[in-house]
């Protein structure tokens, strides 16, 4: 049982180039999340899932689009990378219940 | 004022040291209250959940909510070099809506 799978784990950006950070879940859940999290600063929401073919801003949304055209997968796009970009990328699901989400190990950006 | 307000710390504290870490927070509507563990370089992972006012233990855990004050604790006691992590404390108003994160207290507890 995998849990939340991000890839890739590490990726240097040049200014301005795009990438996709890919976030598969094998649990089922209809809730998923992506948070960003910089030093200091805690975990910041992106963009948020409650299931497929929906999807919704979150606290940071600017910068970056979200699918979602299958319960499993959640990828997060990012057009025209900006040195403000540089952190580092967590996706979480949840079967919509209290207890909280299960995290992905994450995924280390630098923009320069 | 921010939703949710931790001290980052750090706190460095020997071993077998009864620890306490603190959020506050100002939306009345929350009642989901999550304390989260972070390992460097890993993603974070629940360690207690309460839901409303109260407490719950788990071991040498115990989380605290004074919903009168918005105030959550965690308390650990006979703390152990493997406690060293960050702790979050993450809050949410409904089940299923996303949650908000105080920014971490980094802990480290020496042998």
């Known amino acids: 049982n995998a849990g939340v799978t991000q890839t890739p784990k590490f990726r240097i950006l040049k200014i301005g180039q795009s990438m996709t950070l890919q976030c598969t879940q094998d649990m089922n859940h209809n809730y998923m999340y992506w948070y960003r999290q910089d030093p200091g600063m805690g975990l910041k929401l992106i963009y948020y899932s409650v299931g497929a073919g929906i999807t919704d801003k979150g606290e940071v949304p600017n910068g970056y689009n979200v699918s979602r055209s299958t319960t499993e997968d959640f990828p997060l796009r990012l057009e025209l990378a900006a040195p403000s970009q540089t952190s580092v990328y967590f996706c979480a699901s949840s079967y919509g219940g209290p207890r909280g989400y299960t995290f992905g190990s994450g995924t280390r950006l630098t923009v320069v | 004022q921010k939703e949710v307000e931790q001290d980052p710390g750090p706190l460095s504290v020997p071993e077998g040291a009864i620890v306490s870490l603190n959020c506050t927070y100002s939306?009345?509507?929350?009642?989901?209250f999550m304390w989260y563990r972070q390992y460097s370089r890993k993603g974070p992972e629940l360690l207690m959940y309460?839901?409303?006012?109260g407490n719950k233990e788990d071991g040498r855990f115990t989380a605290q909510v004074d919903k009168s004050s918005k105030y959550i604790s965690l308390f650990i006691r006979d703390s152990q070099p493997s406690d060293s992590a960050t702790y979050l404390c993450a809050m949410s108003d409904q089940a299923g809506t996303a949650l908000i994160f105080g920014k971490g207290t980094t802990l480290s507890v020496s042998s």
């Open positions: 939306n009345s509507a929350f009642q989901y």
């Open positions: 309460t839901y409303s006012s």
